[in-house]
């Protein structure tokens, strides 16, 4: 009698499990599905994923005087939604110096040299991802 009450808990506990590990999958295929259908969607629109680092310029420049080659530089990368970061390397005869700046909604969170405002304004236009800051031109 014993053993027939464990045989059957056994039973019991074996086909719970086995619900509850059809259900989780269902759930899980349900959730790829839509992740699917989503990708689908954005891809076809042409949107894409808006977060993702999409627009990228390069400004190059001599900052300094004493060098000249156009060594400076400054490279905006920014994503659908204008965020992203200016990173700067200003380059001289005996020391580089390298910089980055957070960009939020197309602009500099702190003031901006005016090379780095001119690689976000290229990047966000799409205009990247190389411009000629001394000529004026993209």
Not at 40 to 45: D, H, I, K, N, P
Not at 97 to 115: A, C, F, H, I
Not at 123 to 128: F, I, M, P, V
Request: glycine share 12%; proline share 3%.
């Amino acid at each position: 009698m014993l053993i027939t009450v464990w045989v059957l808990v056994g039973l019991v506990a074996g086909v719970s499990g086995v619900t509850i590990g059809y259900r989780a999958l269902k759930q899980a295929r349900a959730a790829l599905d839509e992740c699917r259908q989503t990708l689908v969607m954005q891809t076809s629109e042409g949107k894409g994923d808006l977060k993702a680092i999409r627009d990228v310029a390069v400004c190059r420049y001599d900052a300094l005087a004493e060098m000249t080659g156009r060594l400076s530089f400054s490279i905006a990368m920014i994503n659908g939604l204008g965020d992203g970061i200016v990173l700067t390397s200003i380059n001289g005869r005996s020391e580089t110096r390298t910089y980055v700046r957070p960009v939020v909604s197309g602009k500099g969170e702190e003031p901006l040299s005016p090379e780095e405002e001119q690689a976000v304004r290229a990047a966000r236009l799409g205009h990247g991802p190389l411009i000629d800051a001394q000529a004026g031109r993209w």
